[in-house]
């Protein structure tokens, strides 16, 4: 019997973010033996703790979607780290390092929440041809999508700009297509509350206010997000930190989102997803969440 802990991230309330199972000491389990239970679960990722094997990590971290392994993906560092702290994990500095297939992953408190340093973003363009293809399987028009890009941080997804929330929160994707396109798609509407550069002037004066004084509270989402994941088995995921992550590398890059910010994600998944995004003065971008344990028990492995 092993530890296990189910958590909810991207939450303050139980039920209403995206769950992650943790099994906190993966030690002698076969990547088969992982992948079964994480089929088995099947939640978006399934996470197995072991020891560092760098001795600059605090732990490492092995994460299983349904469908396969992954290299990096936020709300299961997020979660992970979450259920650590909570068994009495204590990190060497102030900060928690965390090993996984991508690097190290730094992991700082900030206030109620966690916030995972966003790893290097490669962007590149998506080719004409694929463009159309998943434009046709989201059901969308060429002219609702602002922008677009492919976005690599350890996972691959190809990052829509699209016209606004709305269209975002009404898709009904062809999911089976984009299995076969294998194509994980992250798609974004701005909420048009001010003018684009007044509300990346304000807040990115209050992005350097927060730094100096402490991180505050933000009130409503700027952004509405949503990510499919069917070629790794996950149709809709209810909130993505490494989409999260990733757009808003690119986003504030092209200055069409402010230094600091908050995405909602899962309404059409009946969730409250809340991501906090924002970037300092080294110009590193930090994801941020709280999470809530749901679950304690042991699990038969």
């Known amino acids: 019997m092993r530890a296990f802990h189910q958590v909810d991230v991207f939450t303050d309330q139980p039920y209403l973010g995206n769950a992650l199972a943790v099994v906190m000491d993966g ?3 076969s990547q088969a033996q992982m992948q079964q239970f994480a089929r088995w679960t099947n939640l978006s990722e399934t996470t197995f703790l072991l020891p ?25 560092t997020l979660g992970s780290c979450h259920a650590w702290l909570q068994s009495g994990g204590q990190p060497q500095g102030q900060e928690v390092v965390q090993q996984c297939a991508v690097g190290l992953v730094r992991i ?3 206030g109620p929440r966690l916030a995972f340093a ?3 973003c490669q962007r590149s363009d998506i080719a004409t041809g694929l463009m159309a293809d998943i434009e046709q399987a989201l059901g969308l028009q060429s002219t609702q999508v602002l922008a677009a890009q492919q976005l690599d941080n350890g996972p ?16 009904q994707p062809d999911h089976a297509r984009l299995r076969e396109l294998g194509t994980k798609v992250g798609v974004a509407g701005i909420y048009p509350r001010e003018g684009a550069d007044t509300l990346i002037a304000r807040s990115n004066r209050e992005a350097r206010a927060s730094r100096s004084q402490g991180a505050a509270p933000l009130g409503q989402a700027d952004l509405e ?4 994941a069917a070629p790794v088995g996950v149709q809709e995921d209810p909130v993505t ?8 590398q690119w986003l504030m890059a092209e200055g069409r989102m402010p230094e600091r910010y908050l995405a909602s994600q899962g309404a059409c998944m009946g969730r409250a997803g809340q991501v906090h995004l924002e970037r300092d003065a080294s110009g590193q971008v930090w994801v941020g969440g709280q999470s809530v344990l749901c679950i304690s028990g042991q699990v038969l492995l």
């Open 52 to 76: 560092a094997t760098n001795p600059a990590a605090d732990y490492q971290v092995r994460i299983f979607t349904p469908g396969g392994e992954l290299p990096f993906a936020g709300h299961p």
């Open 108 to 110: 700082r408190r900030d």
């Open 156 to 171: 691959l997804w190809y990052g829509l700009l699209l016209d606004g929330p709305q269209t975002v929160l009404q898709l």
């Open 118 to 120: 966003a790893p290097p």
């Open 27 to 29: 030690s002698g389990l």
């Open 225 to 228: 997000v949503r990510g499919f």
């Open 241 to 248: 930190g490494s989409l999260n992550a990733s757009l808003a």
